[in-house]
Nanobody
């Protein structure tokens, strides 16, 4: 059973920073594309950032480009999301997801989410 566990969420003022982590309990973590999504109240879940299995390619939603950075440490089975210059509209539950290809129709695994709240 593969588990993805997010952590690092919290309450921060606008302009502040947070770093989210997603730890995976899987031996073959280095084979998975890892992506971050978020879902704000009353809105659909949206893609935030992704990182290929080797970490060699990273891609972002336009809304977070230049502010968020995705990275991964395959030795630690962990993917990170560094969020800088946070805005109130970044408030959401953030989820990590694993798949064998970027932006697939279906993902293999999802985490349970971590709440990020940005106050104005």
């Amino acid at each position: 059973q593969v588990r993805l566990v997010e952590s690092g969420g919290g309450l921060v003022q606008a302009g502040g920073s947070l770093r989210l982590s997603c730890a995976a309990s899987v031996r073959t973590f280095s084979r998975y594309v890892m992506e971050w999504f978020r879902q704000a109240p009353g809105k659909e879940r949206e893609f935030v950032a992704g990182c290929t299995a080797s970490g060699g390619s990273r891609y972002y939603a336009d809304s977070v480009k230049g502010r968020f950075t995705i990275s991964r440490d395959n030795a630690k089975n962990t993917v990170y999301l560094q969020m800088n210059s946070l805005k109130p509209e970044d408030t959401a539950v953030y989820y990590c997801a694993a798949s064998t290809a970027p932006r697939p129709r279906n993902y293999d695994y999802w985490g349970q989410g971590t709440q990020v709240t940005v106050s104005s």
